[in-house]
Structure formats: C-alpha cells, structure tokens
C-alpha cells in the first residue's frame, strides 16, 4: 500500500474544504481580496499536479512533497477559519450592540491592524505554494484533469436487506448446532469452568459464530446468566471482572482496582447459578494472567456446568487454556455459500431488474468472483457491496479479470487488499477521510449514527449542496449509508424510529482504518514516535503524554478524545488548534475560562462529566457546531450560550435550564427539549424562526400556553424536517379551561410528513379536527396517548393506513368498543376503563398488551373466521370482565409467549381439556384443539384466572416452561 496514496487523499480532502472557504470568505475579504485571489489560484494549480501523484510509482520525495501540500493547506484552513471566527464574532456584537446601527465588521476593533495579519499570513501560505509548485516539475508531476466522468457512486438508500439478515445460516448451522450440543451435554457438566476456543483467522465469523450461541433459546434457558465481554487488548483481569458485574447488576461496580469488592459482588450475583462467559477477541498469550482469571473466577460459588467460550485469532492462545472442552476450528465457506452472501449484498431486496434478466450471467461471473473470497463471510461482504456499484455485465467481468487477485503470498494479505480494494471504491477523498477518522474509536465499541456524522462534520469533511439543497447532515448520512452497504461497517442497530442508529466496525475494517490515519492519529502513548508535527487527532491517551507534545505539535492536534481520567485543563489552550474535543467521563471538576480561546472548536462532549456550571467564555465559541451535555451535573447554560451563532446540534436532560432566547440559534437541528415558560424569551413562540430543526422535539410543560393564537406563533407547520412530535402537559396540575387546552392543541397542528406523535396529560374533552381527520397524517406511524384523562372520541386508527404502533396508556375518559386498524403491528393498551365491550384486531398485529381495562368483555378478529397469522405476543392484565378471547390455535398459529393475569371471567382460549369436556363446562368444544397444536409457543404464564383452573391442571403437562397459578 503506497504511503503516498494513503497521504494524497487526505490531501486533496483538504485542498477541497480549502477552495470552498475561499469562495465563501472571497466577497467579505476587505484589504486581502488580491492576496485570497492569488491563494484560490494556487491551490487550484497546485490541485492539478496532486492528481497526478496517483499515477506516478512510489518514492520517498513524492511522498514528502505531499506531506508539505497537505501541511501548507492545513495552515490555509486554519487562517481562513480565524478569519471566519472573527467576522461571526462581529455579527455576536452587533446583535448585542445596545444601539442598532450600521457597522463595518471590523469597526469595533482596529480593522487595519487584522487585515495586515491576515495578508501576511495568506502572503506566507502563498509563498509556500509557490516553492510547492517550483519543487513539482523535477519530480515529474504535471497537471492532469481528474475524469470529468468521476462523480461518485450511485448508491442505492435501500437498508432493509442489512437489518435483521441472519447471516448465521449461511454455512454456520452445523457449527452453531455442535457447539450448542457440546456446552449442553451433560457429560461436560461435571467440571466447573470448562473452556471452549473458538479459533479462526480474522473475518471467519468467530465473533457471529459466538454470538449465534450465546442467543440460542437451548443455551438461555440451560445456563441462568449469560455474560458478553470483548476483551481485545490488554488483557486485563481486573477489568474483565468489572465488566461482568457491570453486565449483571451495574448499579455494585466498584473501581476496577478493588479487587476483593468485585469478586464479593460477583459471588452474590452467581452464587449457586450456572454462567455462560463469553470472552470475545482474546490476545493474550501469557500463562499466568490466564491463570489469574481462572483462580478468580473458581472463587465464585457458582453451580457446576459452568463454562467459557473464547474466540480468538491463535492457536497459541488456545493452547494455555486449561480445562479445555473442545477447541473449534472454524472452516471456511464454500464458493456456493459466499456467492450467496456476495448476491444479497450486491442485489438487495429481491433483486434488481438487470439481476433478474441475466441471472445466469451474472451467476457464473460472481461465482468466479467468489472464488478470492478464500472462504471469508467477511470478504464476500465486501466484495458483494463492491459490485453493488457494478450494475452492467461488462463490469463484474472487468472486475473478474482484475489484476488485484494475484500475487498475494498469505491469506490476511488477500483480506485486506480486498478490504483495501473497497476502500479505493470510495471515490470522495472526503469520504475516505470520514472512514479513516473512524479508527479514533476503540474496537468494537459502538458508533453512535447522529455521533460520528457530527464528528465528521466539524473536521470540515462534509460540504452542503448550494442553494441548501442538502446539508452537511444530509451528506454525512449518505455517507454513513454508503459506509453500511459497502461492509465496511457491520452490526447495525435499528432505532424505534426505523433507522439505522449505531454499528460498530469489523476488527479489520478497523485495522484498515488505522493504517490509513497512522500518520495523523495517536490511539496510544508515543511509544517509538519521534516526530509528533504529523500527529492531527488524538484518543484516549494520558495527560503525561499530551503534556510532552512540544508547542508547535500540539498547536496543531484537531481532535483530542479524553482517556476517561484525569484530564489538566491549563494544558487546553496549547491545542488552539482543535476542532472536537471530548472530555466525556473525563475527571475534571469545572471547565476552565480558557476554553473560550479556542477559535476552532465545532465539537464539545462534556457528558458523564461533574461539571455543575460552564464559564461564560463558551459564549466565544462562535464556531460551535455541536454540543453534548448529558448525564452531567450541569443546573444551568449561561446565557453567553446564544452567542453560539453557528450551533446546530444541541443534548441536554429537562433538568439543565435552558437561558432564554432560543429562538436566536436559528442553525438549530437538534433541541432535545423546549421548556415553554411565562417569561419573555421562554414563550412558544421561541420556536417560530427554528426551522431546521428536525428529528424529534419534546414541547414540555404546555399549560403555560394561552390558546390556540399563541400556540400557532410556533409555527410546527413549517417544521418539515420534525418527524417525531411529543406535546406535554405538567402531571396534576388544576386545569379551569378545557377548551382553552384544546385550542392549543389545535394551534399545535404539525405538518404532514409527521411520523410518530405523542401526547402526554392533555385535558381537553376532545382531540382536534387535525387528529380526527385521518387524512391529515396518512405518514403517521407511531402514536402515543398517555394521561389524557378526559378525551372522550378515539381517533380514527382505521384510517391512518401507515399506522403501525399504537400505545394508550391511563386515558379513562375513553369510551366504547375500539377497532384497530390493519396496518398496526403493536399495540398496548393500558389502564383504559372508559373502553368496553369488544376491541377488535386487525389481520397484521404482532404484539398486543392489555392491562387495566376493566369493562372490555371480548377480544375479537375482524371479519368471520379471518387469522391473525402474525401475532406473536399476547399478555393480558387485569381485566375483571373480559370473557372471551379469540381461539388462539386456530387464529393465532404463530403465538409464542401467552401472558393472562388476573382475568376471573375468562374461562377459554380455543383449547380443550378433557377435565373441561367431562364438567361440560363453557360452551361448544367444535372449535376447539389441543395445546399440542400450538407448535410455536415458547413461554405460557396463567395466574390468577379462576375459571381457567380446570383447564390448566388438564393441560399442565403440555409444555414444560409454562407457569400456572390458578
């Protein structure tokens, strides 16, 4: 892998978010307009000879010369971003200017003085790039136009196929069924701790392998606790055992340094059970810390049969584990099988139309291609979302024919240069720098979406659109998306909301990425480096570390990622430089008033953090994007905060008082709360100039709204980009005008791209006419009614054909029959006592919970004889009158948990007893059949259900895991 092509995109990433500040700053650019002019032209020659570095072989001069461009265009980003903080800093000071009047930005301050700074500045930058250009010729760099084709990949916005696929049945079934068998086996049960290695080379699937294990019904319900730990390295006993408390009962963790305390709080929690612990990703190959483990844990009074697994990537590892079970080499694939995983990647979602006109083409070229896979799922993941991008014949055969297959000696050098290869497909430069920039996460730790799109954006990788066609946040997420799909992130977690919201990286996508950064990024102390001026961004390394930066290093780190502990906050300011600091869990008692000296600054974590109150020097951080605040002591923002004219991204818990003004960060994207109060500046009328917030908003405390006039003045109809809505009214508070609360929530009315709604303690007597129009949010998947004690009418869920999750919870005032609609998949009703006679379900219901509805007499399925083949949950809570149910054998066939509590009048659920048969007792048995029918059922809870008491010790046999108590 040439150095210098590693470097060059990093280069050109930087010459990109250089040309465009240029262009921006341009226009305000009073007494430097020539010196700007020369530097745009510069950078823009200078942009023609780097394209042709890629074209010319390795060498150590074209390298450094590209390590001199990429410094050069740091220190222009840097100088042209000084420039933009100081006229954003005047914009501040207009707008607090008690008197309004017209000023030149620089006005206030001595404005000859700046711009002879900034000229020679821009005078020395340009000099630079003179020498640069000078030095290019002799190492035979002309100026090439990169393709005017070249405009990026095609991807498709398609996640579905990348969520929920068990990739586990891919070839896996026999070694997830051995191991199971194996762990069970009562013959293995006689030794305490027995050990299982799973070993492999990296990409096999150890990891998917283990965790297929580890959620087998067979295991869960053999072993009572299940513990997961990624260990990596070090391997740390002390920490291994923190991290298994943490995982049991998180609330007993003491410092990982007490070791007596955590192996008596592990005891209490395992003491007479039998554990699975999972130890994934294991390095260590010393004997004796092995053997400290296993001392420690054979401490515990734990019931014999309890055991380990360990995945890792040696045999030697393997070979120090005492009291092995079995070690499990895991083979490799068929070309058959990762041509399976090649096609769904590559053809998602049922195919594609050039797919499924030459399928047999297509076939026999992929197969040839699944040949470099070696037999590793991980590679034919990624050569699957490589041809993803190909979508004619003539390019899987190009592809096929490729070079890239052949002289590779070793087989993890044949993973990475294909992992490299998808790497290359990422034609962006500032998309590859947003992949490297992922190595500053450790392994396996997972990557908050909103997070990592954040990060990227405040080192200056993503550009909006002109004309505000998309925006930075639009461009991270395609990126992000293109990241996904292309397999270079894995194991991604859907929100409630439908979206992917975290991943994590494959452990050698990671070492990719760490390879690609580690000219510009420390992940450790500085163990055999010697020149730091190339160090960017740095994580989790020790204060004593960062104080050995000399002065001009450290004033050019752009990140800085606490290490969790002591963090010396006079040592901040040396990082002037800095674009993301994240001082999350750092142990630090304030944040200090020198904080405001850092110009750059686009990202702040201070969350998990003591910090009760900030300086009000963090009103100077004019280039603020992005500030976290959670799970920290902070009482109160000052009010400097709505100086931060640039912010876009704001989280913070309803307990932090926000200062009032919001409606002055008009950037705003995220606000996780608006408290509406009395006062000038904390009305709901905050909210009306606040248009690119999107995501989700929590309106609180909305009694302090008059009427619908007022409501109106938040404009939510112009939030377009809210797509999830919750309206809170303060619990128990006196109410003296209903309608007066109905007017608001009529004000309230949002736009009609809404997806989920939630209304919490409303006391109006009615909802309003935009709720009960079902042609008003036809996008409405998600709805919540909680504490709406006097709301008489039930909106039309029939109607709302995109309505999937419904949640009903203390609305007493409800009443009548309820009729779901057919497109809900969940359901939960709850304390709802004004609803009575039959509620009737609809044919796509997977979950249903009713709890506390008092005067509902039946559960019943739309339409005569219909099925509701889908519904998988049932649990039925305290309902004094409820009688009849559906048979659930014949109209629920998939139903795998059955929860009935506290229901005295319901004596049949469509299964027969012969106990029931002889009293004669309930009605006609016709339709009636025996629980053995019920194939899908896992888990059967009866209690407390009177008139099912004969039934139950007729059918108590059946199945073993149920619970009766009559």
Known sequence: MAAEAVLTFAAEGILEKVLSLAEKEFSLAWGFKAELRKLKESFTTIELLLNDVAYKPQAPAIEEWVKKLKGVAEDAEDVLDEFKYEVDRRKVEIQNHMKRKVLNFFSLSNPLAFRLQMAHKIQKINASLVDLERKASPLGLVSRNTDATRQGITWDRRTDSLIGKDEITVGRKDDVSNIVKTLTDSKSNQENLAVMAIVGMGGLGKTTLAKSVYNENSIQKFFDKRIWICVSNPFDVNLILLHMLEHLNPAKAPSKDNKNALLEFLNEELKDKRYLLVLDDVWNEDLKIWDNLMECLSKLNSTGGSKIIVTTR???????????????????????????????????????????????????????????CGGVPLVAKVLGGILRTKKSIEEWSSFKNSRIWNNHSKEEDRIMSILRLSFDNLESPSLKQCFAYCSMFEKDAEIQRDNLIQLWMAQGLLRS?????????????????????????????????????????????????????????????????????????????????????????????????????????????????????????????????????????????????????????????????????????????????????????????????????????????????FSVGNEI?????????????????????????????????????????????????????????????????????????????????????????????????????????????????????????????????????????????????????RNCNGLSGSLSLGASLVELTIEGCNNLTSIEMKGSGSLTASLQKLRIWFCNELSSIPALPQQCPSLQKLSILGCPKLSWFGVKSSRVEKEEKCISLQSTSDLRTMTSLRRMWIERCERLESWVFGNRWVLGGARFLP
Not at 328 to 355: H, Q, R, T
């Open 681 to 829: 500046g904390r009305r709901i009328e905050e909210l009306a100039g606040l248009n690119q917030l999107r995501g989700e908003l929590i309106i609180c405390d909305l009694e302090h709204v008059e009427n619908g006039e007022e409501a109106e003045k938040a404009k939510l109809e112009e939030k377009t980009k809210v797509r999830h809505l919750h309206f809170n009214w303060t619990k128990d508070r006196s109410t003296t005008d209903n309608n007066e609360e109905e007017g608001v929530l009529e004000g309230l009315r949002p736009h009609l791209e809404l997806e989920s709604l939630s209304i919490e303690n409303f006391m109006g007597n009615k909802f309003p006419p935009w709720m009960m129009s079902g042609s008003l949010l036809n996008n409405l998947k998600k709805i919540k009614l909680l504490g709406c004690h006097k709301c008489e009418g039930v909106p039309p869920l029939s109607l709302w054909a995109s309505l999937q999750n419904l949640s009903i919870e203390n609305c007493n005032g409800l009443s009548g029959p309820l009729s779901l609609g057919a497109s809900l998949v969940e359901v939960i009703l």
């Open 465 to 673: 659109w002109p004309n505000g066609i998309k925006d930075m946040e639009d461009i991270g997420n395609e990126y992000f998306d293109i990241l996904l799909q292309s397999s270079l992130f894995q194991d991604a977690t859907m929100s409630d909301n439908g979206i992917v919201s975290e991943c994590k990286m494959h452990d050698l996508v990671h070492d990719l990425a760490e390879h690609l950064f580690k000219s510009e990024g420390l992940t450790g102390d500085l163990c055999g480096i010697d020149n730091t001026l190339e160090i960017r961004h740095v994580a989790r390394v020790s204060t004593s570390t960062l104080e050995k930066f000399p002065e001009r290093s450290a004033g050019k780190l752009r990140s800085l990622f606490s290490d969790d502990g002591e963090v010396t906050t006079n040592i901040l300011p040396r990082f002037k430089a800095l674009r993301v600091l994240n001082l999350s869990e750092a142990n630090i008692e304030e944040l200090p008033d020198s904080i405001g000296r850092l110009k750059h600054l686009r990202y702040l974590d201070i969350s998990k953090t003591r910090f009760k109150a900030l300086p009000k020097s963090i009103g100077k951080l004019y280039n603020l994007q992005t500030l976290r605040g959670t799970q920290c002591a902070l009482k109160e923002f000052p009010k400097e905060l709505l100086n931060l004219i640039n912010l876009r991204h704001i989280y913070f818990y309803a307990s932090t008082k926000f200062p009032q003004g919001i409606g002055r960060l008009t950037y705003l994207r995220t606000l996780c709360y």
């Open 314 to 372: 040696s045999g030697k590892v393997a070979s120090i584990l005492k009291k092995l079970l079995l070690q499990y080499e895991l083979g490799e694939l068929s070309v058959d099988e990762c041509w399976s995983i090649m096609k769904d990647k590559a053809f998602p979602i049922n195919g594609v139309p050039e797919f499924n006109s030459n399928a047999s083409t297509f076939e026999t070229i992929g197969k040839e291609i699944a040949k470099n």
